[in-house]
Protein backbone atom coordinates (compact mmCIF):
# COMPACT_ATOMS: atom_id res chain seq x y z
CA UNK A 1 0.00 0.00 0.00
CA UNK A 2 1.35 3.42 -0.70
CA UNK A 3 0.58 6.58 0.83
CA UNK A 4 3.02 9.01 -0.36
CA UNK A 5 4.25 11.01 2.02
CA UNK A 6 7.83 10.82 3.59
CA UNK A 7 8.41 8.41 5.89
CA UNK A 8 10.10 9.31 9.41
CA UNK A 9 12.95 8.03 8.20
CA UNK A 10 13.45 9.57 4.91
CA UNK A 11 12.26 12.77 6.22
CA UNK A 12 15.18 13.45 8.63
CA UNK A 13 17.79 12.62 5.36
CA UNK A 14 14.85 15.51 3.93
CA UNK A 15 15.76 18.06 6.43
CA UNK A 16 13.12 17.49 8.82
CA UNK A 17 15.63 18.72 11.67
CA UNK A 18 16.02 21.68 10.00
CA UNK A 19 12.41 22.36 9.52
CA UNK A 20 11.54 21.96 12.76
CA UNK A 21 14.07 24.20 14.25
CA UNK A 22 12.82 27.42 11.80
CA UNK A 23 12.56 30.44 13.21
CA UNK A 24 8.84 31.21 13.77
CA UNK A 25 7.16 32.29 10.84
CA UNK A 26 5.55 36.11 11.17
CA UNK A 27 1.70 36.20 11.34
CA UNK A 28 1.50 32.75 12.31
CA UNK A 29 -0.48 32.18 15.25
CA UNK A 30 1.19 32.00 18.60
CA UNK A 31 0.78 28.20 19.21
CA UNK A 32 1.94 27.17 15.95
CA UNK A 33 4.65 29.28 16.08
CA UNK A 34 6.17 28.69 19.37
CA UNK A 35 6.00 24.74 18.56
CA UNK A 36 7.29 25.46 15.32
CA UNK A 37 10.41 26.83 16.97
CA UNK A 38 10.49 24.30 19.82
CA UNK A 39 9.30 21.23 18.41
CA UNK A 40 11.86 18.37 18.33
CA UNK A 41 13.00 16.43 15.37
CA UNK A 42 10.52 13.13 15.63
CA UNK A 43 11.83 9.55 15.90
CA UNK A 44 12.69 7.62 13.11
CA UNK A 45 9.75 5.19 12.13
CA UNK A 46 9.91 2.28 9.83
CA UNK A 47 7.29 2.11 7.67
CA UNK A 48 6.40 -0.87 5.86
CA UNK A 49 7.16 -1.23 1.80
CA UNK A 50 4.27 -1.64 0.68
CA UNK A 51 2.88 1.89 2.31
CA UNK A 52 5.31 4.14 1.43
CA UNK A 53 3.36 7.47 2.16
CA UNK A 54 5.52 10.18 2.95
CA UNK A 55 5.62 12.76 5.00
CA UNK A 56 7.56 16.34 5.07
CA UNK A 57 7.08 17.45 8.92
CA UNK A 58 6.08 16.35 12.21
CA UNK A 59 3.01 17.40 14.75
CA UNK A 60 1.81 21.12 14.55
CA UNK A 61 -1.53 22.32 16.87
CA UNK A 62 -2.76 23.79 13.64
CA UNK A 63 -2.47 24.06 10.02
CA UNK A 64 0.05 26.45 8.64
CA UNK A 65 -0.50 28.62 5.28
CA UNK A 66 0.75 27.77 1.93
CA UNK A 67 2.71 30.80 2.58
CA UNK A 68 3.81 29.77 6.12
CA UNK A 69 5.05 26.61 4.79
CA UNK A 70 6.71 28.01 1.96
CA UNK A 71 8.83 30.67 4.56
CA UNK A 72 9.64 27.65 7.00
CA UNK A 73 9.97 24.53 4.66
CA UNK A 74 10.41 25.78 0.89
CA UNK A 75 7.38 23.72 0.34
CA UNK A 76 3.88 24.37 0.43
CA UNK A 77 1.31 22.45 2.21
CA UNK A 78 -2.99 22.48 1.52
CA UNK A 79 -6.10 22.00 3.30
CA UNK A 80 -9.38 21.41 2.09
CA UNK A 81 -10.07 25.19 1.25
CA UNK A 82 -7.35 25.23 -1.08
CA UNK A 83 -7.95 21.75 -2.63
CA UNK A 84 -11.80 22.48 -3.22
CA UNK A 85 -10.57 25.93 -4.96
CA UNK A 86 -7.33 24.00 -7.03
CA UNK A 87 -9.86 21.41 -8.70
CA UNK A 88 -12.73 24.19 -8.84
CA UNK A 89 -15.20 22.20 -6.70
CA UNK A 90 -17.28 25.17 -5.30
CA UNK A 91 -18.89 25.92 -8.69
CA UNK A 92 -20.55 22.13 -8.48
CA UNK A 93 -21.41 22.65 -4.31
CA UNK A 94 -23.29 26.20 -5.59
CA UNK A 95 -25.34 23.75 -7.55
CA UNK A 96 -25.91 21.45 -4.55
CA UNK A 97 -23.75 19.01 -6.14
CA UNK A 98 -21.66 16.90 -3.84
CA UNK A 99 -21.72 13.77 -3.48
CA UNK A 100 -24.42 13.58 -1.43
CA UNK A 101 -26.78 10.19 -2.54
CA UNK A 102 -23.23 8.74 -3.39
CA UNK A 103 -20.94 6.37 -1.31
CA UNK A 104 -17.03 6.62 -1.49
CA UNK A 105 -15.87 3.11 -0.29
CA UNK A 106 -12.09 2.99 1.28
CA UNK A 107 -10.12 0.44 1.98
CA UNK A 108 -7.21 0.12 4.37
CA UNK A 109 -5.51 -2.97 6.90
CA UNK A 110 -6.26 -2.28 10.19
CA UNK A 111 -7.91 1.37 9.89
CA UNK A 112 -8.09 4.16 12.41
CA UNK A 113 -9.73 3.80 15.88
CA UNK A 114 -9.81 7.76 15.70
CA UNK A 115 -11.16 7.93 12.78
CA UNK A 116 -14.17 9.76 13.06
CA UNK A 117 -12.90 12.40 15.59
CA UNK A 118 -10.11 13.04 13.68
CA UNK A 119 -12.33 13.37 10.34
CA UNK A 120 -14.82 15.79 12.59
CA UNK A 121 -11.30 18.19 13.62
CA UNK A 122 -10.21 18.35 10.01
CA UNK A 123 -13.93 19.21 8.85
CA UNK A 124 -14.18 21.60 11.49
CA UNK A 125 -11.25 23.47 10.87
CA UNK A 126 -12.06 24.01 7.31
CA UNK A 127 -15.71 24.78 7.23
CA UNK A 128 -17.08 21.92 5.89
CA UNK A 129 -19.83 19.80 7.62
CA UNK A 130 -18.12 16.69 8.41
CA UNK A 131 -19.73 12.95 7.77
CA UNK A 132 -20.39 9.63 9.53
CA UNK A 133 -17.84 7.21 8.85
CA UNK A 134 -19.59 3.81 8.56
CA UNK A 135 -16.42 1.32 9.33
CA UNK A 136 -16.80 -2.11 8.10
CA UNK A 137 -14.57 -4.86 9.90
CA UNK A 138 -13.58 -7.96 7.37
CA UNK A 139 -12.14 -10.85 9.13
CA UNK A 140 -10.03 -10.84 12.55
CA UNK A 141 -9.26 -7.13 12.93
CA UNK A 142 -6.94 -7.00 15.63
CA UNK A 143 -6.78 -4.55 18.58
CA UNK A 144 -4.78 -1.69 17.88
CA UNK A 145 -1.62 -1.09 18.82
CA UNK A 146 -0.45 2.33 18.85
CA UNK A 147 3.46 1.33 19.20
CA UNK A 148 3.14 -1.45 16.43
CA UNK A 149 4.80 0.29 13.26
CA UNK A 150 2.75 -1.10 10.55
CA UNK A 151 -0.64 -0.27 12.55
CA UNK A 152 -0.06 3.30 12.96
CA UNK A 153 1.67 3.38 9.19
CA UNK A 154 -2.27 2.13 8.21
CA UNK A 155 -3.98 4.65 10.46
CA UNK A 156 -1.59 7.31 9.16
CA UNK A 157 -3.24 5.87 5.22
CA UNK A 158 -6.46 5.59 6.53
CA UNK A 159 -6.72 9.10 7.47
CA UNK A 160 -5.28 10.43 4.77
CA UNK A 161 -8.07 8.45 2.13
CA UNK A 162 -10.91 9.72 4.44
CA UNK A 163 -9.60 13.78 4.77
CA UNK A 164 -9.01 13.78 1.17
CA UNK A 165 -12.12 11.88 -0.04
CA UNK A 166 -14.10 13.95 1.89
CA UNK A 167 -12.30 17.18 1.28
CA UNK A 168 -13.82 17.15 -2.80
CA UNK A 169 -17.16 15.31 -1.62
CA UNK A 170 -18.13 16.11 1.88
CA UNK A 171 -21.72 15.11 1.23
CA UNK A 172 -20.92 11.85 0.14
CA UNK A 173 -21.21 8.73 2.41
CA UNK A 174 -17.70 7.17 3.01
CA UNK A 175 -17.48 3.01 4.54
CA UNK A 176 -14.16 2.31 5.74
CA UNK A 177 -13.40 -1.55 5.30
CA UNK A 178 -10.40 -2.17 7.70
CA UNK A 179 -8.70 -5.77 7.33
CA UNK A 180 -6.63 -7.81 9.60
CA UNK A 181 -3.67 -8.60 7.27
CA UNK A 182 -1.45 -5.96 6.38
CA UNK A 183 -1.01 -5.36 2.30
CA UNK A 184 2.65 -6.08 1.50
CA UNK A 185 4.77 -7.07 -1.71
CA UNK A 186 3.54 -9.96 -2.99
CA UNK A 187 0.23 -11.17 -2.26
CA UNK A 188 -0.15 -10.74 1.15
CA UNK A 189 -3.06 -9.07 2.15
CA UNK A 190 -4.79 -8.60 -1.05
CA UNK A 191 -7.01 -11.58 -0.62
CA UNK A 192 -8.67 -10.36 2.02
CA UNK A 193 -8.82 -6.84 0.70
CA UNK A 194 -10.73 -8.15 -2.48
CA UNK A 195 -12.80 -10.43 -0.33
CA UNK A 196 -13.79 -7.30 1.67
CA UNK A 197 -14.23 -5.68 -1.66
CA UNK A 198 -16.17 -7.81 -3.24
CA UNK A 199 -18.98 -8.70 -0.81
CA UNK A 200 -19.88 -5.33 -0.14
CA UNK A 201 -20.11 -5.02 -4.36
CA UNK A 202 -22.80 -7.68 -4.39
CA UNK A 203 -24.35 -6.49 -1.67
CA UNK A 204 -24.98 -3.00 -3.28
CA UNK A 205 -22.83 -0.79 -1.09
CA UNK A 206 -20.44 1.35 -2.99
CA UNK A 207 -20.12 3.72 -6.29
CA UNK A 208 -16.64 4.29 -6.39
CA UNK A 209 -13.55 2.19 -4.94
CA UNK A 210 -10.32 4.33 -3.34
CA UNK A 211 -7.43 1.94 -2.98
CA UNK A 212 -4.24 3.55 -1.79
CA UNK A 213 -2.17 0.42 -1.84
CA UNK A 214 -0.60 -1.51 -4.49
CA UNK A 215 2.75 -4.17 -4.92
CA UNK A 216 4.93 -4.52 -7.94
CA UNK A 217 3.36 -6.83 -10.92
CA UNK A 218 6.94 -8.50 -10.36
CA UNK A 219 7.04 -9.45 -6.60
CA UNK A 220 3.94 -12.14 -7.21
CA UNK A 221 5.01 -15.56 -7.12
CA UNK A 222 5.44 -16.90 -10.64
CA UNK A 223 6.09 -13.91 -12.04
CA UNK A 224 9.84 -14.61 -13.07
CA UNK A 225 8.39 -17.74 -15.02
CA UNK A 226 5.70 -16.04 -16.72
CA UNK A 227 3.16 -17.39 -14.80
CA UNK A 228 0.82 -14.66 -13.85
CA UNK A 229 -1.97 -16.61 -12.36
CA UNK A 230 -1.23 -15.62 -8.40
CA UNK A 231 -2.05 -12.04 -9.59
CA UNK A 232 -4.68 -12.88 -12.10
CA UNK A 233 -6.79 -15.09 -9.24
CA UNK A 234 -7.28 -12.12 -7.54
CA UNK A 235 -9.03 -10.24 -9.73
CA UNK A 236 -12.54 -11.13 -9.01
CA UNK A 237 -13.10 -8.22 -7.31
CA UNK A 238 -13.00 -6.10 -10.17
CA UNK A 239 -14.99 -7.93 -11.96
CA UNK A 240 -17.64 -8.23 -10.00
CA UNK A 241 -17.26 -4.00 -9.87
CA UNK A 242 -17.38 -4.03 -13.38
CA UNK A 243 -20.54 -6.13 -13.33
CA UNK A 244 -22.27 -3.97 -10.85
CA UNK A 245 -20.74 -0.07 -12.65
CA UNK A 246 -19.03 0.48 -9.67
CA UNK A 247 -15.70 2.47 -9.82
CA UNK A 248 -12.54 1.38 -8.91
CA UNK A 249 -9.65 3.65 -8.66
CA UNK A 250 -6.15 2.68 -7.38
CA UNK A 251 -2.58 4.52 -6.46
CA UNK A 252 -0.11 4.58 -8.90
CA UNK A 253 2.93 4.31 -6.62
CA UNK A 254 5.43 6.47 -5.57
CA UNK A 255 8.52 5.61 -6.60
CA UNK A 256 8.34 7.02 -10.13
CA UNK A 257 8.67 4.01 -12.54
CA UNK A 258 10.95 1.57 -10.32
CA UNK A 259 8.58 0.75 -7.23
CA UNK A 260 9.92 -1.18 -4.46
CA UNK A 261 11.52 -3.64 -3.70
CA UNK A 262 10.00 -6.31 -1.07
CA UNK A 263 11.99 -5.35 1.89
CA UNK A 264 11.40 -1.62 0.69
CA UNK A 265 14.91 -0.65 1.10
CA UNK A 266 16.58 -0.87 -2.51
CA UNK A 267 14.53 -0.16 -6.06
CA UNK A 268 14.82 -1.86 -9.13
CA UNK A 269 17.12 -0.93 -11.59
CA UNK A 270 14.43 -0.84 -14.21
CA UNK A 271 10.80 0.63 -15.03
CA UNK A 272 8.21 -1.53 -13.38
CA UNK A 273 4.48 -1.22 -12.58
CA UNK A 274 2.29 -2.24 -9.59
CA UNK A 275 -1.10 -3.64 -9.80
CA UNK A 276 -3.77 -2.89 -9.02
CA UNK A 277 -3.33 0.47 -10.93
CA UNK A 278 -1.67 -1.66 -14.12
CA UNK A 279 -5.46 -3.42 -14.26
CA UNK A 280 -7.20 -2.74 -16.80
CA UNK A 281 -10.49 -2.82 -14.68
CA UNK A 282 -8.79 0.04 -12.44
CA UNK A 283 -8.46 3.62 -13.19
CA UNK A 284 -5.03 4.68 -12.06
CA UNK A 285 -4.28 7.83 -10.38
CA UNK A 286 -0.37 9.52 -10.86
CA UNK A 287 0.53 12.57 -8.53
CA UNK A 288 1.37 15.85 -9.46
CA UNK A 289 2.75 18.86 -7.98
CA UNK A 290 0.48 21.89 -7.30
CA UNK A 291 1.47 24.97 -7.21
CA UNK A 292 -1.07 27.52 -5.16
CA UNK A 293 -1.47 30.25 -2.76
CA UNK A 294 -2.50 30.79 0.11
CA UNK A 295 -6.10 31.08 -1.83
CA UNK A 296 -5.98 27.80 -3.47
CA UNK A 297 -5.48 29.81 -6.71
CA UNK A 298 -2.79 28.36 -9.36
CA UNK A 299 0.59 30.32 -9.27
CA UNK A 300 2.19 28.06 -12.18
CA UNK A 301 0.71 25.47 -14.07
CA UNK A 302 0.43 22.13 -12.42
CA UNK A 303 3.81 20.01 -12.81
CA UNK A 304 4.76 15.71 -12.78
CA UNK A 305 5.80 14.60 -9.47
CA UNK A 306 9.51 13.90 -10.06
CA UNK A 307 12.56 13.30 -7.77
CA UNK A 308 13.91 16.36 -6.50
CA UNK A 309 17.12 14.45 -6.18
CA UNK A 310 16.57 14.09 -2.35
CA UNK A 311 14.23 10.97 -1.83
CA UNK A 312 11.26 12.80 -2.24
CA UNK A 313 9.80 10.30 -4.77
CA UNK A 314 8.37 10.28 -7.94
CA UNK A 315 4.74 9.81 -9.59
CA UNK A 316 4.46 5.89 -10.35
CA UNK A 317 4.12 4.79 -13.98
CA UNK A 318 4.99 2.81 -16.33
CA UNK A 319 3.82 -0.06 -18.57
CA UNK A 320 2.42 -3.44 -17.17
CA UNK A 321 4.50 -6.75 -17.92
CA UNK A 322 1.14 -8.77 -16.98
CA UNK A 323 -1.94 -6.92 -18.99
CA UNK A 324 -2.14 -6.04 -23.27
CA UNK A 325 -2.76 -2.69 -24.06
CA UNK A 326 -7.00 -2.53 -23.53
CA UNK A 327 -9.28 -1.28 -25.50
CA UNK A 328 -9.53 1.94 -24.30
CA UNK A 329 -6.10 2.72 -25.18
CA UNK A 330 -5.44 2.09 -28.82
CA UNK A 331 -5.81 5.34 -29.38
CA UNK A 332 -2.30 6.40 -27.55
CA UNK A 333 -0.76 2.74 -28.72
CA UNK A 334 2.35 4.95 -30.11
CA UNK A 335 3.03 5.73 -25.89
CA UNK A 336 2.19 2.41 -24.48
CA UNK A 337 2.73 -0.05 -27.31
CA UNK A 338 1.21 -3.58 -26.78
CA UNK A 339 1.18 -3.13 -23.23
CA UNK A 340 -1.36 -1.41 -20.96
CA UNK A 341 -0.31 1.77 -19.65
CA UNK A 342 -0.40 3.52 -16.04
CA UNK A 343 -1.31 5.79 -15.00
CA UNK A 344 -4.69 7.31 -16.38
CA UNK A 345 -5.30 10.48 -14.88
CA UNK A 346 -3.38 12.34 -11.86
CA UNK A 347 -4.12 14.62 -9.01
CA UNK A 348 -1.60 16.51 -6.13
CA UNK A 349 0.87 13.80 -4.81
CA UNK A 350 4.28 15.67 -4.54
CA UNK A 351 4.93 15.79 -0.62
CA UNK A 352 6.80 19.29 -1.71
CA UNK A 353 2.93 19.97 -2.21
CA UNK A 354 1.17 18.26 0.32
CA UNK A 355 -1.87 18.02 2.45
CA UNK A 356 -2.82 18.39 5.78
CA UNK A 357 -4.41 15.90 7.43
CA UNK A 358 -5.17 15.23 11.55
CA UNK A 359 -4.60 12.58 13.84
CA UNK A 360 -4.65 11.47 17.46
CA UNK A 361 -4.56 7.82 17.82
CA UNK A 362 -0.94 7.54 19.14
CA UNK A 363 2.36 9.81 20.63
CA UNK A 364 3.85 10.24 17.35
CA UNK A 365 0.53 11.06 15.22
CA UNK A 366 -1.09 13.64 17.79
CA UNK A 367 -1.77 16.80 16.07
CA UNK A 368 -1.72 18.03 12.01
CA UNK A 369 0.08 16.59 9.76
CA UNK A 370 1.66 17.17 6.18
CA UNK A 371 1.68 14.19 3.58
CA UNK A 372 2.05 13.31 0.20
CA UNK A 373 1.84 10.85 -2.70
CA UNK A 374 -0.25 8.96 -4.63
CA UNK A 375 -2.37 7.52 -1.36
CA UNK A 376 -3.15 11.80 -1.17
CA UNK A 377 -4.22 11.48 -5.47
CA UNK A 378 -6.35 8.49 -5.49
CA UNK A 379 -9.07 9.27 -2.88
CA UNK A 380 -9.39 12.85 -3.84
CA UNK A 381 -10.45 11.84 -7.45
CA UNK A 382 -12.56 9.48 -5.61
CA UNK A 383 -14.16 12.58 -4.31
CA UNK A 384 -14.61 14.08 -7.54
CA UNK A 385 -15.64 10.74 -9.26
CA UNK A 386 -18.72 10.61 -6.23
CA UNK A 387 -19.99 14.01 -7.51
CA UNK A 388 -19.77 12.95 -11.13
CA UNK A 389 -22.13 9.87 -10.05
CA UNK A 390 -24.14 12.56 -8.42
CA UNK A 391 -25.12 14.85 -11.55
CA UNK A 392 -25.52 11.31 -13.84
CA UNK A 393 -27.63 9.87 -11.00
CA UNK A 394 -26.37 6.42 -11.39
CA UNK A 395 -22.70 4.77 -10.75
CA UNK A 396 -20.41 5.57 -13.47
CA UNK A 397 -18.67 1.63 -13.64
CA UNK A 398 -15.23 1.92 -15.50
CA UNK A 399 -14.25 4.71 -16.24
CA UNK A 400 -11.72 4.17 -18.02
CA UNK A 401 -13.63 4.64 -21.71
CA UNK A 402 -15.02 8.27 -20.79
CA UNK A 403 -11.18 9.44 -19.76
CA UNK A 404 -9.68 8.74 -22.93
CA UNK A 405 -12.59 10.10 -24.80
CA UNK A 406 -12.41 13.16 -22.99
CA UNK A 407 -8.85 13.31 -23.23
CA UNK A 408 -8.71 12.60 -26.85
CA UNK A 409 -11.15 15.54 -27.18
CA UNK A 410 -8.57 17.57 -25.40
CA UNK A 411 -5.95 16.81 -27.57
CA UNK A 412 -8.22 17.74 -30.65
CA UNK A 413 -8.78 20.96 -29.36
CA UNK A 414 -12.48 20.33 -27.37
CA UNK A 415 -12.80 22.84 -25.03
CA UNK A 416 -14.33 22.28 -21.89
CA UNK A 417 -13.45 18.76 -21.15
CA UNK A 418 -12.47 19.51 -17.79
CA UNK A 419 -9.23 17.51 -18.60
CA UNK A 420 -5.87 19.57 -18.34
CA UNK A 421 -2.26 18.14 -20.02
CA UNK A 422 0.45 18.35 -18.17
CA UNK A 423 3.82 18.58 -19.95
CA UNK A 424 7.47 18.65 -18.40
CA UNK A 425 9.41 16.39 -16.12
CA UNK A 426 8.98 13.00 -15.89
CA UNK A 427 8.87 10.53 -13.08
CA UNK A 428 12.77 9.24 -13.45
CA UNK A 429 13.91 8.12 -9.70
CA UNK A 430 16.23 6.03 -7.90
CA UNK A 431 18.72 6.57 -11.00
CA UNK A 432 16.75 5.00 -13.64
CA UNK A 433 15.55 6.56 -16.40
CA UNK A 434 11.37 7.51 -16.70
CA UNK A 435 8.43 8.80 -18.96
CA UNK A 436 8.75 12.57 -19.71
CA UNK A 437 5.10 14.39 -19.25
CA UNK A 438 4.60 14.94 -23.02
CA UNK A 439 1.45 17.18 -24.66
CA UNK A 440 -1.18 14.44 -25.04
CA UNK A 441 -1.18 10.73 -22.74
CA UNK A 442 1.88 9.85 -20.82
CA UNK A 443 3.30 7.53 -18.65
CA UNK A 444 3.72 9.86 -15.94
CA UNK A 445 0.77 12.04 -15.75
CA UNK A 446 -1.99 10.27 -17.84
CA UNK A 447 -3.60 12.28 -19.36
CA UNK A 448 -3.17 15.26 -17.51
CA UNK A 449 -5.34 16.57 -14.15
CA UNK A 450 -9.10 17.85 -13.75
CA UNK A 451 -11.00 20.96 -13.46
CA UNK A 452 -13.79 19.09 -11.50
CA UNK A 453 -16.36 22.02 -12.74
CA UNK A 454 -15.82 21.25 -16.41
CA UNK A 455 -15.54 17.53 -16.06
CA UNK A 456 -17.64 16.39 -13.60
CA UNK A 457 -21.01 17.34 -15.95
CA UNK A 458 -19.21 15.87 -19.28
CA UNK A 459 -18.00 12.67 -17.91
CA UNK A 460 -21.07 12.11 -16.33
CA UNK A 461 -23.03 12.71 -19.17
CA UNK A 462 -20.52 9.83 -21.08
CA UNK A 463 -21.87 7.76 -18.46
Known sequence: MRRSTLSRATAAAFGTVALFTATALTGAAPATAAFAAAAPAPAAKP?????????L????????????????????????????????VHPLFDQGVNGKGRTIVIVDSYGSPTIQHDLDVYSSQYGIPSTNVQVVKWGNV?????????????????????????????????????????????????PEMMAAEDS?????VGDVISQSFGATENTFPGFDQGDYSSLLNLRF???????????????????????????GSTLYPYPVTSWPPSDPLVTGVGGTSVHLDDNGNR????????????????????????????????????????????????????PNTGVWTYNSFGPQDDGWELW???????????????????????????LNYGLYALGAAQQAGLPDTGINDIVGGSN?????????????????????????????????ALG
Open 47 to 55: IPAAIGHRM
Open 57 to 88: SGQFPAPLTPSQCQTQFQASCYGASELEQAYD
Open 142 to 190: PAFDPTNSDMTGWAEETTIDVDMAHAMAPGAKIVLVETGVSETEGTTGF
Open 200 to 204: LIKQG
Open 237 to 263: AFKDAAAHGVTVLASSGDNGVTDAEPD
Open 299 to 350: TSPDSVWDDPATGGGASGGGKSKVFDRPLFQLGVQNVVGNSRGVPDISMVGD
Open 372 to 398: GGTSVACPIFSGVVALADQVAGHRLGN
Open 428 to 460: TYGGVTGFPATKGYDLATGWGTVDAAKFVPVIA
